[in-house]
T-cell receptor
Framework: KAGVTQTPRYLIKTRGQQVTLSCSPI?????VSWYQQTPGQGLQFLFEYFSETQRNKGNFPGRFSGRQFSNSRSEMNVSTLELGDSALYLC??????????FGEGSRLTVL | QKEVEQNSGPLSVPEGAIASLNCTYS??????FFWYRQYSGKSPELIMS????GDKEDGRFTAQLNKASQYVSLLIRDSQPSDSATYLC????????????FGKGTTLSVSS
């Protein structure tokens, strides 16, 4: 059974640009959640999608957005990038609440 | 504000000792609690879940939950060098949802 797939794995952007990250969940998992991981703040919850609807949202500015498609694949977008957005962005899918399966992450560097 | 607090460590223990990791959470309505392990350069992986007050054992791992004190702990018995990792405490505070709020993690180092 394939795991959670995230693309791209690495990307470099400059301030003011926008970025879109993609996540394909484990087959059959309808819930996808996104997290930002930085050395200083740890793993912070961004948002969760279930059946194409945002179910819960973390405390991030509106520049961070996401969506989920009918096949459960999800994308997140960050607009007007800031230096502080440099981080590892992790996507997780789940079938059982709290039992998350993480992808390998997308490492974003903002210059 | 839903928060999970952990001592960042590092926690250093010799091989064979018991490692004790602690966590407190702010949302009294939380019902489910998890411990994840993250090796350096890898993604987090689930090692334990606990839903009721008391202890839950799984091999060398024991999770303990005290909802009145809003406190969760993880004991690792007979610690091995391969247990050296960052341990993340996580809480599901949602009425409906599978996502988690994570603590910043405790780094455990087991020396041989």
């Amino acid at each position: 059974k394939a795991g959670v797939t995230q693309t791209p794995r690495y990307l470099i952007k400059t301030r003011g640009q926008q970025v879109t990250l993609s996540c394909s969940p484990i087959s059959g998992h309808r819930s996808v959640s996104w997290y930002q991981q930085t050395p200083g703040q740890g793993l912070q919850f961004l948002f969760e999608y279930f059946s194409e609807t945002q179910r819960n949202k973390g405390n991030f500015p509106g520049r961070f957005s996401g969506r989920q498609f009918s096949n459960s694949r999800s994308e997140m977008n960050v607009s007007t990038l800031e230096l502080g957005d440099s981080a590892l962005y992790l996507c997780a899918s789940s079938l059982v609440p709290g039992e998350l399966f993480f992808g390998e992450g997308s490492r974003l560097t903002v210059l | 504000q839903k928060e999970v607090e952990q001592n960042s460590g590092p926690l250093s223990v010799p091989e064979g000792a018991i490692a004790s990791l602690n966590c407190t959470y702010s949302d009294r309505g939380s019902q489910s609690f998890f411990w994840y392990r993250q090796y350096s350069g890898k993604s987090p992986e689930l090692i334990m879940s606990i839903y009721s007050n008391g202890d839950k054992e799984d091999g060398r791992f024991t999770a303990q939950l005290n909802k009145a004190s809003q406190y969760v702990s993880l004991l690792i018995r007979d610690s091995q060098p391969s247990d050296s990792a960052t341990y993340l405490c996580a809480v599901n505070p949602w009425q409906a949802g599978t996502a988690l709020i994570f603590g910043k993690g405790t780094t455990l180092s087991v020396s041989s």
